[in-house]
């Protein structure tokens, strides 16, 4: 069974520009929340997503959003980027909503933004 | 607020030698807690989970944590420490925080182990 799927793996972009990540949750995981991790921070909970709609949504600017389509697949957004955006982005997988609260996410190994 | 502490952001033990990974969290109700591994660019991997009951819950590749209640903490032990488990740990705390559900990681404690 394929684990949750994350592209790209690298990019580098410039402060003002906007940037797209994919995920590809494992087949049946309905849904897909999405982290940053950084040095400073840590792992900060950006959203989570079910049946096509966000349920759940951490403490991030509107600069940051996401969508996910029928087939479970998500993307995130982050636009006019700043030097602060650079992080590693996690997506995370599981069968139910709510899974911060009921059980097992597995992760993708994550999308590495550098933003210069 | 609600958090959760990591003490020791890096430890190192010796491969045989027992291991004790300490986490505090602050939460006011029965929080759901996980401890999760991370390995050198990888992805995050749950290694055990406590939701109630039995106080001492065992989990993958040989972990065991242990709930205590009176002290806000939820350790992760390990009593013979491989070569490969050297890697990035985080402990976690489910809750409800702003009518959103979600995971609130610790700031994670680096294992090195040595040969």
């Known amino acids: 069974k394929a684990g949750v799927t994350q592209t790209p793996r690298y990019l580098i972009k410039t402060r003002g520009q906007q940037v797209t990540l994919s995920c590809s949750p494992i087949?049946?995981?309905?849904?897909v929340s999405w982290y940053q991790q950084t040095p400073g921070q840590g792992l900060q909970f950006l959203f989570e997503?079910?049946?096509?709609?966000?349920?759940n949504k951490g403490n991030f600017p509107g600069r940051f959003s996401g969508r996910q389509f029928s087939n479970s697949r998500s993307e995130m957004n982050v636009s006019t980027l700043e030097l602060g955006d650079s992080a590693l982005y996690l997506c995370?997988?599981?069968?139910?909503?709510?899974?911060?609260?009921?059980?097992?996410?597995?992760f993708g190994e994550g999308s590495r933004l550098t933003v210069l | 607020a609600q958090s959760v502490t990591q003490p020791d952001i890096h430890i190192t033990v010796s491969e045989g030698a027992s291991l004790e990974l300490r986490c505090n969290y602050s939460?006011?109700?029965?929080?759901?807690l996980f401890w999760y591994v991370q390995s050198p660019g990888q992805g995050l991997q749950l290694l055990l989970k406590?939701?109630?009951?039995?106080?001492l819950v065992q989990g993958i590749k040989g972990f065991e944590a242990e709930f205590k209640r009176s002290q806000s903490s939820f350790n992760l032990r390990k009593p013979s420490v491989h070569w490969s488990d050297a890697a990035e740990y985080f402990c976690?705390?489910?809750?409800?925080?702003?009518?959103?559900?979600?995971?609130?990681f610790g700031k994670g404690t680096k294992l090195t182990v040595n040969p």
């Open positions: 087949s049946g995981h309905r849904s």
């Open positions: 995370a997988s599981s069968l139910a909503l709510a899974s911060a609260r009921t059980g097992e996410l597995f």
């Open positions: 976690a705390v489910g809750l409800t925080q702003g009518g959103s559900e979600k995971l609130v």
């Open positions: 406590y939701f109630s009951g039995d106080t």
């Open positions: 997503y079910f049946s096509e709609t966000q349920r």
């Open positions: 939460y006011g109700a029965t929080p759901y």
